[in-house]
């Protein structure tokens, strides 16, 4: 069984411009959760998807922030434009279970490290 | 508020027992995981307690008590893979039952 994949790995753009984050998660899992960590700091949630419905995006920083999951399976989340303290690890998360529900465990992506210069 | 703590950093010997604690205050508590975490690479599930006690896999043991706020990850036999970031984190029914997480516990493991 194929795990959560992101891409890209890596990105490095400049102050005003837009990125484009993709998560694919394990096939079959109805929740998506995106979280960022800036160095040094915890993990923070951004936004839960329940298929292709927003379920809870309270974290989500501002307006400049947009997840999409079209279709309820892979996930994008766009940046625009992006600025300094958007830089950090982005990383998603699939689970097959409701979020409440006893051991929801999550499987990882690898994350997408994002450098905003 | 919300609030997760564990040490920054600890430091074992190969074969050895660690106990990395995590502490939290939280106003909805509904059951605690840990996560390791290599460097460069995904979180992976540890282990989940959401009642009182020890939770034993293996090499692995978690323990939770509840009315203390208190957590502890257990690792026997360490070896040199173990070294990695161990992540606490703790689902709060006042948060839409979303993961609130520690900053984690980078453990170095020395032969």
């Known amino acids: 069984e194929a795990g959560v994949t992101q891409f890209p790995s890596h990105s490095v753009i400049e102050k005003g411009q837009t990125v484009t984050l993709r998560c694919d998660p394990i096939?079959?899992?109805?929740?998506l959760y995106w979280y960022r960590r800036v160095m040094g700091k915890e993990i923070k949630f951004l936004l839960h998807?329940?298929?292709?419905?927003?379920?809870?995006e309270s974290g989500m920083p501002n307006n400049r922030f947009l997840a999409e999951r079209t279709g309820g399976t892979y996930s994008t989340l766009k940046v625009q434009p992006a600025e300094l303290e958007d830089s950090g690890v982005y990383f998603c998360?699939?689970?097959?279970?409701?979020f409440g529900e006893g051991n929801n465990e999550q499987f990882f992506g690898p994350g997408t490290r994002l450098t905003v210069l | 508020g919300q609030n997760i703590d564990q040490p920054t950093e600890m430091t074992a010997t190969e074969g050895a027992i660690v106990q990395i604690n995590c502490t939290y205050q939280?106003?909805?508590?509904?059951?605690l995981f840990w996560y390791q975490q290599h460097a460069g690479e995904a979180p992976t599930f540890l282990s989940y307690?959401?009642l009182d006690g020890l939770e034993e896999k293996g090499r692995f043991s978690s323990f939770l008590s509840r009315s203390k706020g208190y957590s502890y990850l257990l690792l026997k036999e360490l070896q040199m893979k173990d070294s990695a970031s161990y992540l606490c984190?703790?689902?709060?029914?006042?948060?839409?039952?979303?993961?609130?997480w520690g900053a984690g516990t980078k453990l170095i493991i020395k032969p």
């Open positions: 096939s079959g899992h109805d929740n």
């Open positions: 307690n959401v």
């Open positions: 998360a699939s689970s097959s279970k409701r």
């Open positions: 998807f329940v298929k292709e419905s927003k379920q809870d």
């Open positions: 939280t106003s909805g508590f509904n059951g």
């Open positions: 984190a703790v689902r709060d029914v006042d948060s839409n039952y979303q993961l609130i």
